[in-house]
């Protein structure tokens, strides 16, 4: 699961695992399978530019050593209007071209 740094400052993280464990919301896709979470990461923040961030670079790397397949962006990676934070926008990206899968939407 991707999600917002500043959203983690209030966000435990509980209904996005709650979700996960009951495989409802954005997480039915694996009702039928042994699927587990392997990764909670934040962006690196507002001003950090995914595209030379070499943290946000490894955090990718890492991503495609463990082998994870899927990644879900949380709701908090979008504002209140359901835009999408561009920062997040171009991680997704990132995560697109690493081969890994993206869905928006956690709980
Ligand atoms: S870049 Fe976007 S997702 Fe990251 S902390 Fe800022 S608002 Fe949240």
Not at 79 to 107: A, F, N, Q, Y
């Amino acid at each position: 699961m991707l999600n917002c740094l500043k959203a983690n400052e209030i966000c435990t993280g509980a209904a996005c695992m709650k979700a996960f464990h009951l495989k409802s919301k954005s997480f039915s896709r694996y009702a039928e399978e042994d699927a587990e979470v392997a990764a909670f990461m934040r962006c690196n923040g507002c001003e950090s530019d995914p595209s030379t961030d070499k943290g946000m670079q490894e955090k990718l790397q890492r991503l495609v050593q463990e082998e994870i397949e899927v990644v879900h962006a949380g709701i908090c990676t979008k504002d209140r209007e359901g835009k999408e934070c561009p920062v997040i926008s171009r991680i997704l990206e990132m995560i697109e071209e690493s081969g890994i899968e993206v869905v928006r939407g956690t709980h």
